[in-house]
């Protein structure tokens, strides 16, 4: 199985996570961000990752530093899952349809993390949780993952829609670039051998 622990802590966070790449889509997840919490059991169930996630932050504040970090310690995560990336089809994309919304993922599992984020919200709060959080997370989570990872909202009006439709075409995109290609199960899929550094 390809999974991995991780803990952080600092003076604004502490977070738990485990992930299971291999796993069924099986999910614990308690931030005390409920709309986070709701996002990344969407995550889960969508990839088929299993995923534990406790997180304890300074919500008192605002929910920043949870958001952030909690990305943080996802992609982390990941990361050591995914080892040296042997095997993995590498590439996933997904066209993510939720009533009105459509909104275009695409993701190298390239070792070489990068943001493209092309989504607009129409209010600056979904709930509780302020809109402009949702791109801190996707950074952070692409940086720590070490993928390339392109996010483009095509239309939609309803915020939830269009951040779920973000979250589950993330989730399926990530499915499909961290299989295992059963023609290739034993190789880095790069020419250079190794994934990262320079292109």
């Known amino acids: 199985m390809r ?8 003076k604004e966070t502490s977070i738990a996570v485990t992930v299971n790449l291999d796993g069924t889509g099986a999910y614990d997840v308690a931030t005390g961000v409920g ?30 530093h949870t958001t952030e970090d909690v990305g943080i310690a996802v992609g982390e995560a990941v990361n050591q899952a995914l080892g040296e990336r042997k095997g993995i089809r590498r590439f996933g994309s997904a066209m ?16 070489r993390p990068y943001l493209v984020w092309k989504v607009d919200f129409q209010r600056p709060k979904l709930g509780d949780m302020d809109t402009e959080l949702f791109k801190e997370w996707f950074q952070a989570f692409a940086q720590a993952a070490g993928i ?11 915020n939830h829609h269009i951040i779920e439709s973000c979250f589950k075409g993330l989730a399926r ?5 961290f299989e295992i290609d ?11 051998g190794v994934l990262g550094g320079s292109l």
Request: proline share 4%.
């Open 148 to 158: 390339t990872l392109h996010i483009e909202n095509l239309y939609g009006d309803n």
């Open 35 to 64: 709309f986070l919490d709701h996002m990344l059991e969407q995550l889960s169930r969508h990839s088929l990752i299993d995923l534990t996630v406790k997180a304890e932050g300074d919500l008192h504040i605002d929910f920043h």
């Open 173 to 177: 995109s990530l499915r499909q670039a």
């Open 96 to 111: 993510s349809p939720m009533d009105e919304t459509l909104t275009r993922v695409a993701l190298d599992a390239s070792n």
């Open 3 to 10: 999974s991995a622990s991780v803990e952080r802590a600092t």
């Open 182 to 192: 059963p023609r290739r199960s034993n190789e880095v899929p790069s020419t250079k």
